[in-house]
């Protein structure tokens, strides 16, 4: 059974820096692309970014990059996304997720998705 297990949420002045985690099990995680995915309240779910295999290539949206960086541990079965200079615009649940298709923006090329954590960031 394939989890992805997410942590490292909460709540964060402006300005401040969180690190997510995501934990994965039950998958050939080095097979993943893998995704960092965001849902504001009454809002679509929205990339926010995303890594290859081997993790040489990452992949940004617009209004995070500069700012996220985004890591796997293919060892480890890992995946982090490091967020500095939060806006309160940043707010949402963020979600991990993980695929097989180079589609990486679009969440229907997500196979496997965590429960979620929740990042508030305030003004």
């Known amino acids: 059974q394939v989890q992805l297990v997410e942590s490292g949420g909460g709540l964060v002045q402006a300005g401040g820096s969180l690190r997510l985690s995501c934990a994965a099990s039950g998958l050939t995680f080095s097979s993943y692309i893998m995704g960092w995915f965001r849902q504001a309240p009454g809002k679509e779910r929205e990339f926010v970014a995303a890594?290859?295999?081997?993790?040489?290539?990452?992949y940004y949206a617009d209004s995070v990059k500069g700012r996220f960086t985004i890591s796997r541990d293919n060892a480890k079965t890992t995946m982090s996304l490091q967020m500095n200079s939060l806006k309160s615009e940043d707010t949402g649940v963020y979600y991990c997720?993980?695929?097989?298709?180079?589609?990486?923006?679009?969440?229907?090329?997500?196979?496997?998705w965590g429960q979620g954590t929740q990042v508030t960031v305030s003004s």
């Open positions: 890594i290859t295999r081997s993790g040489g290539s990452t």
């Open positions: 997720a993980g695929g097989r298709s180079p589609f990486y923006e679009i969440p229907k090329s997500y196979n496997y």
